[in-house]
């Protein structure tokens, strides 16, 4: 490992120094504060390393690659991890009675997290899975004195490890094929193409259902409802975000570099996931009434509508999928951050009846609740908007109609849902929850505020001038082999 | 010049903005705010008044002023904004109507009065935005701007059954618009495919050859964008609804001026963009708008609630002005505009009057209500005028715009037009019913309420003097939008004979 090795690899490095470190700060000196400033310096220094990194492109051993896309995706696994500390700390000091390990957890599974963003090699995705799905386990499960916090911990650990043996064994059978598990020389070896057809298929099939499941993509997504509601708010917004992102990222990855031979019925296979996942998620959303489970349906559909970007493909696809998945990410952690502020010592604001009234009750909260759902809507004035305009724009240039069309109908069929919880923020305060409830006095606190008031800006600032991100995630995508200088 | 168009559009939303920031607490300050924001823009708007089109070579034709700077160069979208006679028009009406819901929501609308003036002022940003845009991506941005205030406006301060209305219209136009936009990707894609630019550009995109099939593809998505706004039958149903449960600001804005956005949709670009695929359509347009010219007036005959009725008559008006656009000549489109200017001011103030009596008397029901010429005299003698208005008496701006329709429509096509002249029939019957069993009979629950104040009477009688001006000498308007027309016939004939591939 030479010295632009060490640049290139600089923000997975800062996260793991600084998740020792903070470790080894706790032990000496156990405090809130010291967790939450030791991972908030981790985040901003990785943050920091990413224009560092960017000056090394390349290969890093055989593992990883520090390339536009890895560093892309990184950064906004860093965002999101400093996003869900922000929006934890307030709600940690009325909830849980270790507060410290939440943000140490919160820098490993970024740290697996980056690992997966940059991942080439099956070994490293899995590795980066792991440290991820490890990470997670512990922040769903964080308030341990809740059944329903355990019990989502527990179904998340079964289910992921029951993905992890698929991947596995999808990866095994995909080796015993073509020899290699490097991603490159798989693209080669297909393009060479001999050997059992079947066999591959079956493997690149299971680590398929590894990727679906983690990305909660229907038929793999029945873990998403129960684990949203189950784990505290700010850890939601982590899995769905960054989790999310970065298996995203190993899936456009391998997507590019296999499409390009020609994997046969790979198409046709997400395509078919594409319009299950967008049709599903916003058709079962329509039936609930708990905030927490509403947007859990409605991402599984926003990850259809990114799996449609991916599938339109070219340059102008991938630089969709990375300008969605950027909207997709300040859009979520603002809802559940809203959800965040809003939960109490001993329950979340997560049925649609707290949030009656909130218009007149806190109108700033209320403000930037609403300005969520019309992103994940897809109103003007919103990054969601110009997200979901990228997408159908690669959509029809690419002519996949199919999946245009069912994104069309399906992202009305959702307005219905997200209009749910606007309406009952415009409904007039229940007079009996006055009585019951204590008057919401305590703000968000100064961190969480400030979450709040960045993602908003952030929010709308994307729904103006998309100009700058866009060429962000353009570059991302022109990264991949073979993209170059292509429209 | 070209920075007017900026200030046009800006002036509302910074008002809207500072009327937020004024707060509930000041009520007459946020009123006020907005009644100068809205004046200073039609001071604005006027200026291009009579003003001469560009030279050929600043964009020619019959613009007046365009504007256009870089916005997302990676996606070809620019910021593009043009005035020209009828979009003139239409910005024109817009900040009269704005200035008349502001004036008629003075005392109807006590809470939440600062939100609900910025939703105001949005809207109007919006449709005017609508109005202005000449880039397609920037035109779809407005066309959606304007729904969420909108949603707003309806979801707080309509009445009962207010959420369902909100939501309901809010789906409709939301879920056509999806269309459009699929549309409007599908014609810049098509654009690059022929020329391998990327560009929502209206001038660029107009005469873009595509193939008859997806010709006909784009044009119906474009269709329906509009005519769900129009409202045509049988894609009308959000509108009784929406009206009626809106407040009375809400409900004017509504028929009054986002009606019209998908009438001028269709003049400016669903007919120009996809001449051929519009000439294919012409036969279901035509009798989708007889349709709804009938449809619409047997509806409001059957209606108990005055509102709702005022809301069916609608469906009927906008009939005409599909039959007329469809009808694509000289005579019928002036007399489209026209339509839209009429039934923005007399359906507007047929709003504004049942708002102001359900303000007196808490109900819309006409089973109730009766015989109140005696009790309200100044109210029944506006009613009457507006009513006369709406059934097209001769004297009013209303009759001009059906008549050249019907003259219009009778030269393309008789059989429709045929039909659509029993409409003016069946609205003689809806319109004395109202003054039937509003005004006339006996006052059976005893009445007892006051008349119009003086800044009601402003309100609707600035509409009529304007109904009956337009109505004996609509010379001004037909001048400033003949041109326009010319022009429009013009590139459809044009693209017409192109060879097509």
Redesign the interface.
């Known amino acids: 490992m030479n010295g632009s090795d060490v640049a290139a690899l600089a923000p997975l490095l800062a996260l793991t120094c600084g998740a020792l470190l903070t470790l080894l700060a706790v032990a000496v000196h156990r405090a809130h504060g010291v967790a939450l400033g030791g991972a908030l310096v981790t985040l901003v220094a990785a943050a920091v390393c990413l224009p560092v990194a960017a000056a090394h492109p390349g290969p890093v051993g055989f593992l990883l690659v520090s390339d536009a896309l890895a560093l892309y995706f990184q950064g906004l696994i860093v965002a999101s991890g400093l996003a869900t500390v922000l929006l934890a700390h307030r709600y940690l000091a009325g909830r849980a009675e270790q507060r410290e390990e939440f943000y140490i957890l919160v820098l490993l599974a970024a740290l697996g997290a980056g690992v997966l963003a940059a991942a080439r090699h099956f070994a490293s995705f899995f590795l980066g899975l792991e440290t991820l799905s490890v990470g997670l386990y512990g922040l769903i499960g964080y308030l341990r004195d809740e059944r329903r916090a355990i019990e989502a911990g527990l179904k998340y650990l079964v289910l992921a490890a029951a993905a992890s043996a698929f991947l596995l064994f999808g990866m095994a059978l995909v080796y015993a094929v073509l020899g290699t598990l490097d991603l490159d020389r798989m693209a080669d070896a297909l393009a060479g193409a001999h050997g059992d057809g079947l066999l591959l298929a079956a493997g690149m099939g299971l680590v398929l259902v590894g990727i679906g499941f983690k990305l909660a993509l229907v038929p793999f997504h029945m873990w998403t409802p129960d684990v949203y509601v189950g784990a505290p708010a700010p850890v939601t917004a982590f899995v769905a975000t960054a989790s999310k992102g970065a298996v995203f990222a190993v899936l456009l990855r391998f997507y590019h570099g296999l499409s390009v031979p020609g994997l046969p019925g790979l198409f046709t296979l997400l395509t078919l996931i594409a319009l299950a996942s967008m049709l599903a998620g916003n058709l079962l959303a329509l039936l609930q009434h708990n905030v927490k489970r509403i947007l859990a349906y409605s991402s599984i559909a926003h990850l259809g509508y990114a799996l449609t970007a991916l599938l339109a493909g070219g340059a102008a696809g991938y630089a969709a999928v990375g300008f969605y998945l950027a909207a997709y990410t300040v859009t979520i952690l603002g809802a559940f951050g809203v959800v965040t502020v809003l939960s109490g010592s001993d329950r979340e604001a997560e049925d649609l009846q707290d949030f009656r009234g909130l218009f007149w009750r806190r109108p700033w909260l209320a403000a930037v609740m609403t300005g969520c759902l019309?992103s994940l809507?897809g109103?003007?004035?919103t990054a969601g908007?110009v997200a979901k305009?990228?997408v159908?724009?690669a959509g029809?240039?690419a002519s996949v109609w199919l999946l245009?069309?069912v994104l069309?109908?399906s992202?009305?069929i959702g307005?219905?849902y997200y209009?749910?919880i606007?309406?009952a923020m415009?409904?007039p305060v229940p007079d009996a929850a006055l009585e019951t409830d204590p008057p919401a006095v305590a703000g968000p606190g100064p961190a969480a505020g400030l979450a709040l008031l960045v993602l908003a800006l952030v929010l709308l600032w994307l729904g103006v001038f998309?100009?700058p991100l866009?060429?962000l995630a353009?570059l991302a995508a022109a990264g991949l082999p073979g993209l170059l200088g292509q429209p | 010049m070209a920075v007017i168009l900026v200030l046009l559009i800006g002036l509302p939303l910074l008002g809207g903005l500072a009327a937020l920031a004024a707060g509930d607490r000041r009520p007459q300050l946020v009123r006020w705010l907005s009644v100068v924001v809205l004046a200073a823009d039609l001071v604005l708007a006027l200026t291009f008044w009579g003003r001469a089109p560009l030279l050929p070579a600043d964009g020619g034709g019959a613009w007046m002023a365009v504007l256009k700077a870089s916005?997302?160069?990676?996606?070809g979208i620019s910021f593009q904004l043009g005035i020209d006679g009828l979009s003139l028009l239409m910005v024109l009406l817009t900040i009269l109507l704005g200035l008349l819901s502001v004036g008629c929501s003075w005392s109807e609308i006590t809470e939440r009065v600062a939100f609900f003036h910025f939703n105001l002022l949005w809207i109007l940003a919006g449709i005017m935005g609508v109005f202005l845009a000449l880039d397609l991506?920037l035109f779809?941005?407005f066309w959606?701007?304007m729904?969420?205030p909108m949603?707003?406006l309806i979801?707080?301060w309509g009445h009962e059954k207010r959420?369902y209305a909100?939501?309901k219209f809010?789906?409709f136009t939301?879920?056509a618009g999806?269309?459009m936009?699929?549309a409007i990707?599908?014609l810049?894609?098509a654009h690059?495919r022929a020329t391998g630019v990327l560009t929502f550009d209206y001038f660029a995109l107009l005469g873009t050859p595509i193939a008859r099939a997806a010709q006909m593809w784009l044009m119906l998505g474009f269709f329906v964008g509009f005519a769900v706004k129009l409202p045509a039958v049988p894609l009308h149903t959000w509108l009784p609804d929406a009206h009626t449960e809106a407040p009375t600001a809400g409900s004017v804005v509504l028929a009054g001026l986002l009606l019209k956005t998908g009438a001028y949709g269709l003049l400016r670009f669903a007919v120009p963009l996809f001449p051929e695929a519009s000439l294919a359509w012409t036969p279901v347009a035509m009798w989708m708008g007889v349709a709804g010219i009938l449809y619409g007036a047997l509806m409001a005959f059957g209606q108990k609630d005055l509102k709702r009725l005022v809301a069916y008559t609608s469906v009927s008006h906008l009939g005409f002005v599909l039959l007329g656009i469809y009808a694509w000549n000289a005579l019928a489109l002036q007399g489209v505009v026209l339509q839209m200017i009429a039934h923005g001011l007399s359906t507007g103030g047929l709003f504004i009057l049942v708002g102001a009596l359900s303000e007196r008397t808490h109900t819309r029901d006409l089973d109730q209500l009766g015989g109140l010429w005696a009790v309200v005299p100044r109210m029944g003698g506006i009613g009457m005028v507006l009513v006369m208005a709406s059934l097209g008496l001769p004297g009013l701006v209303n009759f001009v715009a059906e008549f050249l329709i019907l003259l219009g429509s009778f030269h393309s096509n008789r059989l429709p037009a045929i039909f659509a002249a029993l409409g003016l029939v069946a609205a003689t019957v809806y319109s004395l019913w109202i003054m039937q069993r509003t005004w006339h009979g006996a006052n059976e629950r005893g009445w007892r309420i006051g008349d119009l104040r003086a800044r009601e009477l402003l309100v609707l009688g600035t509409m009529i003097v304007l109904l009956v001006w337009f109505g004996l000498w609509p010379q001004p308007v037909l001048d400033a939008a003949r041109p326009v027309l010319a022009r429009l016939q013009e590139a459809v004939a044009v693209a017409g004979t192109l060879p097509m591939e």
């Open positions: 019309l809507a109103i003007p004035v908007f305009y990228q159908l724009a029809v240039g245009v069309l069309a109908v992202s009305a307005l219905y209009l749910r606007v309406v415009l409904s998309p100009a866009q060429s353009a | 916005w997302i160069p990676a996606l991506f779809y941005l959606e701007l729904l969420v949603y707003f979801g707080i959420l909100s939501v809010f789906i939301q879920g999806l269309l936009l699929l990707l599908g810049a894609f690059r």
